[in-house]
């Protein structure tokens, strides 16, 4: 950004918009002229918006989000965080009933790293960090065979989250598909905007769930929704997410991820060889 002062919006728009791009591939620019609403502006010092607070995606133009602005992710976290945490407020009944309660023994000091294959002690390392707020992305994405620890990992993340008050929801892809089939249960769309909302979404076992348009659609919409803002989110699954349609794994593939393929044996079979043995 240059040090004069410029004039007009428009031109901090082009000025940032290189290095914006560069940064967070799938935001365009900062808008023209800052919305009408009284949210505030941003950090002039900002590369992503230019101070302008607010930024415009690069979507296609039938995405609801098409021409809409969003509060910018890099210089106005804080009031991102205020959201969450006014959601969480808000919800905090509902995210308890629904999300899973994980094992107390799933934690990081129960996780066994020695004897087990560099990978899975890189996961854990970026675990860690994840749920420490100090990952350099916003998404943390562990695929691998059964039984390598995925989901002892996606636990330890939330009890971390959980004693750093964070606002997080856990729940496996199939539960969660099941939670939000419209039906006659009240919760359905409160649901659905805790699980857009909240500061940390944790999806354990994507691709278990049943492959239908509906369950891909909804899945879709979720994870589009914490791509567009891009807002933490933690997946596990088995296959690669290559493996999965083009429009949701090319968005967990992206830039803001941190993927990590886990390999090593069934550590389910190991501790009942070394039961046996
Ligand atoms: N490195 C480890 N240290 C201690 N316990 C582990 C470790 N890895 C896995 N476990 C334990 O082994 C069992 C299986 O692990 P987990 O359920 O996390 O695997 P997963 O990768 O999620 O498997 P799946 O793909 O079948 O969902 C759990 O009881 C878990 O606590
Ligand atoms: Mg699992
Ligand atoms: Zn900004």
Redesign the pocket.
Known sequence: MTTQEPKHVGDIARAIRDQAIRKHPQIATAPRKPPTDNLGLGDPECELCGGVGFVRLEVERDHPKFGKLLVCPECRADYQQELARRAYERHVATIEQYSIIP?P??TFE????SN?TAN?HAA?IAARRFAQGEAKNPWLV?Y????????????AVTHVLRERQESVLFASAPDLLDLLRPGDDKYTDELLSIAREVSYLII??LG?ENRTTWAFEKLYQLINHRYNTLTHLML?L?DSPRDLPDRLGSRIEGPQTTLIR?E?T???KK?RREKHA
Request: net charge negative.
């Open positions: 094992r023994d799933a129960e996780f066994n790293h087990r899975i854990k562990l691998g065979e059964v039984g390598t620890g995925k989901t002892h990992l996606a636990m354990d076992d278990t596990t088995n886990v090593d069934d550590y389910r501790m």
